[in-house]
């Protein structure tokens, strides 16, 4: 057992607080204020934001104990205040029967007083606390009880923000490395002011010039008057879906005329990218790739075109119709990477995405490809596919046909 009190939510409260990624990282003027000010409040000459991990207290703001960068939990008075959701209040330490003994009451430090208000998350998780400390006993009124409280507040939205701005400064580096490799077009929609920002990429397939920045001069509003009206329906309908959280992506095929009245398919994809500190959606982020059209491949008689994917193995089973619509002699069985080098390199970033999709999310595979046979004829075909689970619920396998 440790020697310290521990809250029943012990696991979630601290995968709450790795998830802001902030331990151990260099102090910030953000921080730093807030707990000065903290300190000028309540009249201190000590305040920390201090960080509750599995066996130390670390501190992301320190106002009076220089050079002291963490402690062990066992001796941390914030792993009391986690405990509660009130400000907890210890008037003189030497006093209290919790602390008396407390390397920090009896050494050079001489705690007496400690006033701390909980770091509270969302979801209810006290990750921390901002505290006031003094070498005096002492005792707060209630506004300074009250100041310390929405201090505290104030402290964990700059948390989520800190983390916020992380996650997109991420996503923005994953996504413009997609678009170098692969030339895919990329855009950003915020759904609070209605900002729409794209890529040259994104501008050169809707057929419309790049602003001298880089981005593409558009609206959501005007790049959906470019869908067939059908697919413009289908597209605004799963952006609500996506909005209230119903599917975790979208992920589809949609006709497109472009702003030369070349008609066009594009493969679009979309996910909530940042959410406000009330964890509501405020980007969604996506890309947009054009599926090239070919000739069909000749349709194969008889017996249907089938094919499974072993999971564990990564090798994969075809039927002697898919063989002869691939043109390789029945029997022939690719390598998985072999298999994804027959499409092109944006239709194989879609297939590859919807076969993680079908593992990890139990999506149905449903997609049109341009692909090219070991023999070199193209064609375009329907990808059709659902994953299998063994008794455990475990995915073995994901299985399908393929229509010409």
């Given at each position: 057992?440790?020697?310290?009190?521990?809250?029943?939510?012990?696991?979630?409260?601290?995968?709450?607080?790795?998830?802001?990624?902030?331990?151990?990282?260099?102090?910030?003027?953000?921080?730093d204020a807030l707990a000065k000010v903290a300190a000028l409040i309540c009249g201190t000459p000590i305040a920390l934001i201090s960080?509750?991990?599995?066996?130390?207290?670390?501190?992301?703001?320190?106002?009076?104990?220089?050079?002291?960068?963490?402690?062990?939990?066992?001796?941390?008075?914030?792993?009391?205040?986690?405990?509660?959701?009130?400000?907890?209040?210890?008037?003189?330490?030497?006093?209290?029967?919790?602390?008396?003994?407390?390397?920090?009451?009896?050494?050079?430090?001489?705690?007496?007083?400690?006033?701390?208000?909980?770091?509270?998350?969302?979801?209810?998780?006290?990750?921390?606390?901002?505290?006031?400390?003094?070498?005096?006993?002492?005792?707060?009124?209630?506004?300074?009880?009250?100041?310390?409280?929405?201090?505290?507040?104030?402290?964990?939205?700059?948390?989520?923000?800190?983390?916020?701005?992380?996650?997109?400064?991420?996503?923005?580096?994953?996504?413009?490395?997609?678009?170098?490799?692969?030339?895919?077009?990329?855009?950003?929609?915020?759904?609070?002011?209605?900002?729409?920002?794209?890529?040259?990429?994104?501008?050169?397939?809707?057929?419309?010039?790049?602003?001298?920045?880089?981005?593409?001069?558009?609206?959501?509003?005007?790049?959906?008057?470019?869908?067939?009206?059908?697919?413009?329906?289908?597209?605004?309908?799963?952006?609500?879906?996506?909005?209230?959280?119903?599917?975790?992506?979208?992920?589809?095929?949609?006709?497109?005329?472009?702003?030369?009245?070349?008609?066009?398919?594009?493969?679009?994809?979309?996910?909530?990218?940042?959410?406000?500190?009330?964890?509501?959606?405020?980007?969604?982020?996506?890309?947009?790739?054009?599926?090239?059209?070919?000739?069909?491949?000749?349709?194969?008689?008889?017996?249907?075109?089938?094919?499974?994917?072993?999971?564990?193995?990564?090798?994969?089973?075809?039927?002697?119709?898919?063989?002869?619509?691939?043109?390789?002699?029945?029997?022939?069985?690719?390598?998985?990477?072999?298999?994804?080098?027959?499409?092109?390199?944006?239709?194989?970033?879609v297939l590859e995405r919807a076969l993680n999709r079908a593992i990890n999310l139990a999506e149905r595979l449903d997609l049109e490809l341009p692909f090219t046979s070991?023999?070199?004829?193209?064609?375009?075909?329907?990808?059709?596919?659902?994953?299998?689970?063994?008794?455990?619920?475990?995915?073995?396998?994901?299985?399908?046909?393929?229509?010409?």
């Amino acid at each position: 057992m440790p020697d310290f009190p521990t809250p029943v939510d012990e696991s979630g409260r601290r995968a709450a607080l790795d998830a802001l990624d902030v331990l151990d990282t260099p102090a910030e003027v953000e921080f730093d204020a807030l707990a000065k000010v903290a300190a000028l409040i309540c009249g201190t000459p000590i305040a920390l934001i201090s960080l509750v991990d599995a066996d130390r207290q670390w501190f992301k703001a320190n106002i009076g104990l220089e050079g002291l960068r963490e402690t062990h939990r066992n001796v941390a008075f914030c792993a009391h205040t986690i405990m509660r959701d009130e400000v907890m209040e210890v008037s003189d330490a030497s006093l209290d029967e919790r602390f008396a003994n407390n390397p920090m009451v009896t050494s050079k430090a001489g705690i007496r007083f400690y006033a701390g208000a909980p770091l509270k998350l969302n979801n209810g998780a006290r990750i921390g606390s901002l505290c006031v400390i003094d070498r005096q006993p002492k005792k707060l009124d209630a506004k300074q009880r009250e100041a310390l409280h929405h201090l505290s507040v104030v402290v964990v939205e700059a948390l989520k923000r800190r983390r916020a701005a992380l996650s997109k400064v991420d996503s923005d580096a994953q996504i413009d490395q997609i678009v170098r490799v692969l030339g895919e077009g990329n855009w950003e929609w915020n759904l609070l002011n209605g900002t729409f920002v794209a890529n040259e990429a994104w501008a050169s397939t809707l057929g419309q010039a790049k602003n001298p920045s880089g981005s593409a001069p558009m609206t959501m509003e005007a790049w959906q008057t470019r869908f067939e009206p059908a697919d413009r329906a289908r597209f605004q309908s799963l952006l609500t879906r996506l909005r209230s959280r119903e599917i975790a992506a979208l992920d589809d095929d949609f006709r497109i005329v472009n702003l030369q009245g070349r008609p066009l398919k594009v493969r679009i994809h979309a996910h909530i990218q940042l959410w406000t500190a009330d964890d509501q959606p405020e980007w969604i982020a996506g890309t947009q790739v054009e599926i090239a059209h070919t000739a069909p491949a000749a349709k194969p008689q008889g017996e249907p075109a089938t094919w499974a994917l072993d999971i564990a193995s990564r090798t994969l089973q075809w039927s002697p119709a898919v063989c002869q619509l691939y043109g390789v002699e029945p029997g022939y069985q690719p390598e998985f990477a072999e298999f994804l080098r027959i499409f092109p390199g944006d239709a194989r970033l879609v297939l590859e995405r919807a076969l993680n999709r079908a593992i990890n999310l139990a999506e149905r595979l449903d997609l049109e490809l341009p692909f090219t046979s070991p023999t070199g004829e193209t064609g375009q075909i329907r990808v059709l596919g659902e994953t299998v689970f063994d008794a455990n619920q475990v995915p073995i396998r994901v299985e399908g046909t393929i229509q010409t």
